[in-house]
């Protein structure tokens, strides 16, 4: 499945003194310079004190800050570091305060799908894989080298010009949308989720009408349905908030049939349905052990 969610880290400030908002894009580059000349500008003012976000306080700043303890013995110990409390990122920015074209793979605490605050803060920080992904276009239907430009940057996936490849690029292309509005999981034109699975679908039939649904756990934390015809089944899809990572169970619990899920984070969730067939995992389903496209039970 095709991604076209979220972006890369962007760690700046505005070039000026004021305090910096909470979540501020890259500097932006000055007149005349190409957008892509990320050395030229992507640095913050060399000051005291250094500029921050608004919203630099409390345990962030005790993360990330270069301030000193306060306390003159641990300040003027070489071996307390100078009471210097953080990670000093607030000066590491005034050298650079990263670049679009650098990728950071690894993320020990994963992310927040399900916190619209947190999201709103990596929309446009996630590394989009151009391979996998149409040029963006704007509302018409127009990729960039079909507009009259002017361009600083010649990338034909940076439709915004802003020498940056983003979700901000896609922001009016009409094939990508939150179409099933719930704000999180993007859906593209043809009903496909995104930004993926990482289990396998399964086949069952969950409201009884004796046909077979798709059943689907995706990494936006939700568990979706869907029919035949593509159509999603009424009161699907299931918030699980966690990344599922293994295919949904379907069978009987007690007197009833039920769809169970696991998540990364140890939760186990339970869902009665109606539907009576057995339930086939996608790998095999109208497929025997040795894929010999038998229709097998």
């Known amino acids: 499945m095709r991604h076209v969610a979220a972006t890369l880290a962007l760690l700046a400030a505005a070039l000026a003194a004021p305090p910096a908002e909470a979540t501020f894009p890259y500097p932006a580059p000055p007149a005349g310079t190409p957008p892509q000349d990320y050395a030229a500008y992507c640095f913050l003012p060399t000051m005291s004190p250094p500029v921050r976000p608004s919203d630099f306080t409390g345990g962030t700043a005790w993360k990330l800050t270069s301030d000193q303890s306060g306390d003159p013995t641990i300040d003027a110990s070489p071996a307390e570091l100078f009471g210097v409390t953080g990670m000093s990122v607030d000066l590491a920015w005034q050298i650079t305060t990263g670049r679009p074209d650098v990728t950071i793979a690894v993320l020990d605490s994963g992310i927040k799908w399900n916190d619209v605050g947190a999201m709103m803060d990596l929309a446009d920080k996630v590394r989009l894989n151009r391979g996998e992904l ?97 159509s999603p089944l009424p009161g699907w899809p299931k918030f699980t908030g966690g990344w599922t990572i293994a295919s949904p169970a379907i069978g009987q619990l007690g007197h009833r049939r039920v769809v169970a899920v696991t998540t990364r984070e140890g939760d186990l969730w339970v869902w009665r349905i109606r539907g009576k067939r057995p339930a086939w995992f996608w790998p095999r389903a109208r497929h025997d052990t040795r894929n010999t496209g038998l229709f097998a039970r």
């Open 134 to 230: 149409p040029p963006p276009e704007d509302a018409v239907g127009h990729t960039k080298p079909e507009l009259p430009g002017p361009f600083q940057n010649p990338d034909p996936y940076d439709l915004n010009d802003d020498g940056v490849f983003n979700a901000a690029d896609y922001a009016a292309d009409p094939r990508v949308g939150d179409r099933n509005g719930n704000a999180r999981g993007a859906r593209d034109r043809f009903n496909r989720l995104l930004p993926g699975l990482l289990a396998a679908p399964v086949l069952a039939d969950l409201d009884g009408d004796g046909r077979l649904e798709i059943i689907a756990a995706a990494m936006d934390r939700h568990v979706y349905v869907w029919r035949a015809d593509g």
